[in-house]
């Protein structure tokens, strides 16, 4: 299923593509030696709602996060490359998919550490959810993928809902 056809502004989704770098430090490791998953969720909830807001030109707040899988460590001195890009936008809500890397320095290979996705609530002032004044259109077969997973995620979401999760 395509975007909804309304009267709203379309984008590219290349348009709100947010990267951002970090270094793993001291500070950022648990007592195992390796990047706290606390703190890595915090970097991945910061892109997601950079990514978010460079999108629908408003605040946000952050709804919900779906398939956050840890796949790989990182340790210190490690660089991580964190990338978020929007799958999905609703009345006042949107999607966004972070992808999370371990970047060797030396060679420039990258190595998946982790992948979630976000949904970010466009609001006023006040905290009011209001609606998102772009929506995007697919304009790849991965990009309408994205799209098409994200309503089947936003359904878990309601159905988890009425059971109480």
Not at 79 to 93: D, E, F, P, Q, R
Not at 142 to 162: F, P
């Amino acid at each position: 299923m395509a975007p909804c056809n309304d009267n709203r502004k379309i984008k590219s989704v290349s348009d709100s593509l947010t990267e951002c770098m970090r270094i793993v430090k001291y500070e950022d490791i648990n007592g195992g030696t390796r990047l706290f998953g606390g703190r890595l969720m915090q970097w991945m909830d910061e892109t997601a709602g950079i990514c978010a807001m460079r999108h629908c030109k408003n605040a946000i707040t952050t709804a919900a996060v779906d398939n956050l899988q840890f796949k790989k460590g990182a340790y210190i001195g490690d660089v991580i490359l964190l990338s978020a890009k929007i799958t999905h936008v609703g009345n006042t809500s949107m999607e966004v998919r972070v992808d999370v890397y371990l970047e060797e320095i030396k060679t420039g290979l990258r190595y998946a550490l982790n992948r979630a996705y976000f949904t970010e609530v466009s609001v006023s002032e006040d905290g009011t959810p209001i609606p998102v004044e772009y929506t995007i259109k697919p304009e790849t077969p991965s990009e309408q993928a994205e799209w098409e997973g994200a309503l089947k995620r936003i359904e878990m979401r309601k159905q988890r809902r009425t059971q109480g999760y």
